[in-house]
């Protein structure tokens, strides 16, 4: 799994990020265009290019891209 | 005492699907109660026995269990087959595919829910039409949801479709049953404390959150929906077709 990729996968969740924009650090629940709808496609998106289950639990006690990174990692 | 109660149930046979858990089962409980005469069907047999073991004979009547998927195919048939006629239906069989935004939506989770919640109930009540194994003037009560009918949340689009299509088939079901005097409305539930609505994307505090939006500032007990479906399946509703009731506890009117 390669951090660069799992960014871009991430910014496609939102109707208009540039990967860009975002790095392993941004803490994303702070982005403005954070919402519940991005979070549930997150998950689903974890779910479909990954096959990882992450819940709700895990979007709440990540605070960056790389925290969820690591949980979607660890599970792989 | 007058003894004068148009809510009783008693003297009425009533098949629960989905009589094993959530609203199913409170269903099958407080219609026994009222003194109904229960044929409970689920898939689960451990549960759906618990469930035919508790269920009141305080008005003297017997219950009966029908082991049957009316999801899976030969289901609907293994179910009509050894079941007497009935004055009342209350089909709550379902399933949730959890929270997924549409752009997700698999084709085969698709087919699943909407056989799920919407195929096997038209089927079901086909059959039971088509065999006469409806009194006249029964009563027909559909769970649906308020999913898809007044509320629209992300990540409910196939759950939701999948409940209108309930609503819009109830309807057509009052209009079509009402030669033989048989009565069809639905209930539409909001949240209920019911093992369908725990999924795993949401976390408790999320939904403690949601619960806010709710007039009565809670999530609903299975009870509080058997009770309504309970009177719909009473005389005291004898001039109720076609209609849904909302079970929301306000949140419908709060959005």
Redesign the interface.
């Known amino acids: 799994m390669e951090i660069n990729e799992f960014i871009e996968n991430f910014a496609d969740q939102f109707d208009d990020l540039e990967a860009a924009s975002l790095s392993a650090d941004t803490p994303f629940k702070e982005l403005d265009e954070w919402s519940?709808?991005v979070?549930?496609?997150v998950?689903?998106?974890i779910?479909?290019e990954y096959d990882v289950?992450v819940?709700?639990?895990d979007i709440?006690s990540a605070e960056t891209i790389q925290d969820l990174f690591n949980i979607v990692e660890s599970r792989a | 005492m007058s003894g004068y109660n148009p809510f009783t149930l008693e003297g009425k046979t009533i098949l629960v699907t989905g009589a094993s858990s959530g609203i199913g089962r409170a269903t099958a409980m407080e219609c026994a109660k009222l003194g109904a005469s229960i044929v409970a069907t689920a898939r689960n047999e451990e549960r759906l026995s618990q469930v035919l073991s508790e269920l009141d004979t305080s008005c003297g009547q017997t219950h009966r269990m029908i082991l049957a998927d009316i999801v899976a195919p030969g289901g609907i048939d293994l179910l009509i087959d050894g079941m007497p006629a009935v004055d009342g239906v209350s089909d709550n069989a379902g399933a949730s595919n959890g929270n997924k935004p549409i752009k997700f939506i698999k084709d085969e989770e698709l087919a699943e829910i909407l056989q799920a919640n919407t195929v096997a109930h038209v089927n079901l009540a086909k059959a039971l039409f088509k065999k006469k194994l409806l009194n006249k003037d029964g009563s027909y009560v559909f769970t649906a949801s308020i999913g898809g009918n007044t509320s629209h949340v992300t990540g409910q689009a196939v759950y939701g479709i999948s409940k209108s299509a309930v609503n819009s088939f109830m309807q057509y079901c009052a209009v079509e049953f009402a030669g033989r005097g048989i009565r069809c409305n639905s209930v539409c539930p909001g949240m209920i404390k019911t093992p369908l609505i725990q999924v795993d994307t949401l976390t408790e505090e999320d939904m403690a959150k949601d619960a806010e939006k709710y007039l009565l500032k809670r999530y609903g007990e299975p009870e509080e929906v058997a009770r309504t479906t309970a009177f719909l399946l009473s005389d005291a509703s004898s001039y109720i077709t076609g209609v849904s009731i909302v079970v929301d506890g306000g949140y419908t009117v709060n959005h």
Do not use: V, Y
Request: aromatic share 0%.
């Open positions: 519940s709808l979070a549930l496609s998950i689903a998106m779910d479909e289950a819940k709700g639990d709440r």
